[in-house]
């Protein structure tokens, strides 16, 4: 069994940044690709972010590129989400997931969930 606990989230003003942190244990990190989901209220879960489980690459939403990065640290079974210039629109709960495939591209990708942050940007 696999658990992903992610940290990070807050409330911040439009403009800010955070960084959002997801630790896995219970399995080998570096077998699983990783990726970042966000749900808003009353939305679908939608695909934010993704690093590769062995090369590192990355893909992201049109609507977060060049303001979010996603990375991983192996060494310490660790992704991060690098969320600049937020704004309003990116209030949503965020969460971490696992897949055992090469990379996630979608929810049927995901083979575990964290529990979510909760990230709120106010105007």
């Known amino acids: 069994q696999v658990q992903l606990v992610e940290s990070g989230g807050g409330l911040v003003q439009a403009g800010d940044s955070l960084r959002l942190s997801c630790v896995v244990s219970g399995r080998t990190f570096s077998n699983y690709a990783m990726g970042w989901f966000r749900q808003a209220p009353g939305k679908d879960r939608e695909l934010v972010a993704a690093?590769?489980?062995?090369?590192?690459?990355?893909s992201y939403a049109d609507s977060v590129k060049g303001r979010f990065t996603i990375s991983r640290d192996n060494a310490k079974n660790t992704v991060y989400l690098q969320m600049n210039s937020l704004k309003p629109e990116d209030t949503a709960v965020y969460y971490c997931?696992?897949?055992?495939?090469?990379?996630?591209?979608?929810?049927?990708?995901?083979?575990?969930w964290g529990q979510g942050t909760q990230v709120t940007v106010s105007s």
């Open positions: 997931a696992a897949g055992s495939g090469y990379f996630i591209k979608d929810r049927v990708s995901v083979d575990y």
């Open positions: 690093v590769s489980r062995n090369t590192g690459s990355t």
